[in-house]
């Protein structure tokens, strides 16, 4: 008796411990909510456990402190984010956008339309259709990092880079496929001297380049855009990116994202070649499950 009673406590264990919890995780909970009426005030935080930086589609404008709600039709781009409120809101954001046709700098403009049936989102992993652009983004983070695919169409495919306002930075390295930047944007609370400092790169050649700033008008918000096709460097109130790329249907574009509150160098090591080839071969093969480890905890 007393063997059979432990071997049945044995198999209830191992069958607990084996199952995924992960899949019944909801990230979009709590996102039903505005100023006017906190049904959660949360947003898909798309991180690691304990990540330094956490991902989020925005369906708001640059500086929203309710950056994602559920009632919103429309993406203005994929920011990473350190947002512990809508409350307190946000520092050291920026954000990436991919667009087709033409390049569009204006994140109004620039926004696509979205349903939530062509959505995911896990801890681990968001995916959504952009219908405006034909154009599939997902994206998987690590502690420090993050990787990007686009799914193309057949165009002329551009990706946007915007380091958002109040004093921000960056260049455009194209023998590197390479943009490295950094953003000041917070909303107070941070030392004199805060930079979140950023690097992106490309698995295909640029085709395209160009920059973009805004300085800031009497009133104090951000003036007109400028885009500079040449100049691969600016320093400005706002400034941004755009690479672009001739892309067949089903192309796949990947980018691998880092950041650093220390230093350019610093970011970058974050980005670290073996942990960029594991997350690259994995991306094409089982994207949903990279992560979910982490989350499940000790097997």
């Known amino acids: ?45 798309i991180a690691r456990p304990w990540g330094m ?29 350190h947002q512990p409120s809508p409350w307190i809101n946000d520092y050291g954001q920026f954000s990436l956008m991919p667009v087709t ?69 960056i260049e455009i390295i194209p023998e590197e496929n390479k943009i490295v930047g950094y953003t000041t944007r917070n909303s107070g609370g941070v030392p004199d001297n805060f930079r979140n400092y950023f690097v992106i790169i490309f698995d295909k050649p640029f085709e395209y380049v160009a920059t973009f700033d805004a ?31 001739s892309t067949t249907r089903g192309e796949a574009v990947h980018a691998r994202v880092a950041s650093s509150f220390i230093s350019p160098e610093q970011a970058l090591r974050n980005l670290s070649p073996s942990w960029a080839r594991s997350v690259s071969r994995r991306l094409s093969s089982r994207v949903a499950r990279l992560g979910t480890p982490f989350w499940a905890g000790p097997r």
């Not at 104090?220 to 400005?236: N, P």
Request: proline content about 4%.
């Open 1 to 45: 008796m007393r063997r059979t009673l432990f071997a049945l406590i044995l198999i209830i264990a191992v069958g607990t411990r084996a199952q995924d919890y992960v899949q019944y995780v909801n990230p979009l909970m709590g996102t039903q909510s505005s100023f006017e009426l906190s049904a959660g005030n949360t947003y898909p935080a």
């Open 53 to 81: 930086n956490f991902w989020t589609p925005r369906t708001n404008k640059m500086g929203d402190g309710w950056q994602y709600t559920y009632t919103s039709n429309r993406i203005y781009g994929f920011e990473q984010t």
């Open 101 to 169: 046709g033409r390049p569009i700098m204006d994140e109004a403009k620039r926004a696509s339309w979205f349903s939530h049936k062509a959505e995911a989102a896990r801890p681990h992993y968001y995916s959504v259709y952009l219908a405006d652009y034909d154009v599939q983004v997902e994206l998987t983070p690590t502690e420090r990092a993050a990787m990007f695919r686009f799914t193309f169409p057949e165009a002329q495919s551009y990706v946007v880079v915007d380091a958002y306002d109040s004093g921000s930075h």
């Open 215 to 245: 300085k800031r008008s009497e009133d104090g918000e951000t003036s007109q855009i400028t885009l500079r096709e040449d100049s691969l460097c600016l320093t400005a109130h706002r400034t941004g990116a755009v690479v672009g790329f």
